[in-house]
């Protein structure tokens, strides 16, 4: 690995770095498709930096349905045509009874991460209100199918469903812009949520904070382009844009912001 690509990342996401040079490695010396699990932003946007390097390759990125937040990558030589069946994902409603109990993003994904199946093998849990739907990766879906049978105590079925069936999600993202002192993660929450810099500085150290899907304890943690912060009680926000810096240094964001 080329020490220079190193120093445009953070020192915890150089396993992602040789993964994904890994990857492109292979489709450069085999002339075949590669195809990722399920990728955060964050690792799409890295993955995607590392292919711009290789002009020989192309690569395409589908989660499902347009607007995916988590998305498997197809890396492949430039003559190479990709159809969306090769990206190897089946989308499954969660038969369960409605009138008995709720369900919700944090009891779908825990239950899917109890049968052992890692989180880069599922995709979006998506849900209109009362219909919950996930994709997972192919290769794993059976052995889920036949895993998942309750959500706490109440007994569920997943049913393979046909992507025309999707459900339109339904979420409160909203874009906001935002002007911070730093890219710190006390700062970023405390500007969105309107609370104190102590507030969230106790959130982040008693583990209510996740960055990327990992806990994160330390409130001086330097956020990125792509980042996704997960505040538990709070929402959720995604760095989508650097707008650069204003006259007295301070940072220019642009975000999507999810408040419960």
Same mark, same amino acid.
């Given at each position: 690995m080329n020490a220079n690509v190193y120093q445009h990342f953070r020192n915890d996401e150089r396993p992602f770095i040789d993964s994904a040079e890994g990857w492109i490695e292979q489709v450069q010396m085999q002339y075949a498709p590669f195809l990722t699990d399920f990728l955060d932003p964050r690792q799409a946007y890295i993955l995607e930096s590392l292919i711009r390097q290789s002009t020989d390759l192309s690569y395409r990125f589908f989660g499902g349905y347009e607007a995916a937040e988590r998305r498997r990558?197809?890396?492949?030589?430039?003559?190479?045509?990709?159809?969306?069946?090769?990206?190897?994902?089946?989308?499954?409603?969660?038969?369960?009874?409605?009138?008995?109990?709720?369900?919700s993003h944090g009891k779908v994904l825990g239950t899917l991460m109890g049968t052992g199946v890692k989180r880069e093998y599922f995709g979006d849990i998506l849900s209109d209100g009362e219909t919950w739907q996930v994709f997972v990766a192919s290769e794993? @879906?059976?052995?889920?199918?036949?895993?998942?049978?309750?959500?706490?105590?109440?007994?569920?079925?997943?049913?393979?469903t046909k992507y025309t069936e999707l459900v339109?999600?339904?979420?409160?993202?909203?874009?906001?812009?935002?002007?911070?002192? @730093?890219?710190?993660?006390?700062?970023?929450?405390?500007?969105?949520?309107?609370?104190?810099?102590?507030?969230?500085?106790?959130?982040?150290?008693?583990?209510?904070?996740?960055?990327?899907?990992?806990?994160?304890?330390?409130?001086d943690f330097v956020l990125d382009l792509l980042d996704i912060i997960s505040v538990r009680g709070f929402g959720r926000i995604q760095i989508q844009g650097l707008e650069g810096t204003t006259k007295k240094e301070k940072v220019r964001l642009l975000?999507?912001?999810?408040?419960k």
């Open positions: 990558c197809l890396i492949y030589p430039d003559y190479y045509v990709p159809t969306t069946d090769e990206f190897d994902m089946t989308l499954f409603t969660i038969n369960y009874p409605k009138k008995f109990t709720v369900l794993v @879906s059976q052995f889920v199918q036949l895993q998942v049978d309750k959500i706490g105590h109440v007994s569920v079925r997943l049913e393979e339109m999600p339904k979420d409160g993202w909203t874009e906001e812009h935002e002007t911070v002192s @730093s890219l710190r993660l006390d700062t970023v929450i405390s500007a969105v949520y309107h609370i104190s810099r102590q507030r969230s500085k106790q959130l982040i150290e008693s583990g209510k904070v996740k960055v990327n899907w990992t806990e994160v304890l330390r409130p975000l999507g912001v999810l408040r």
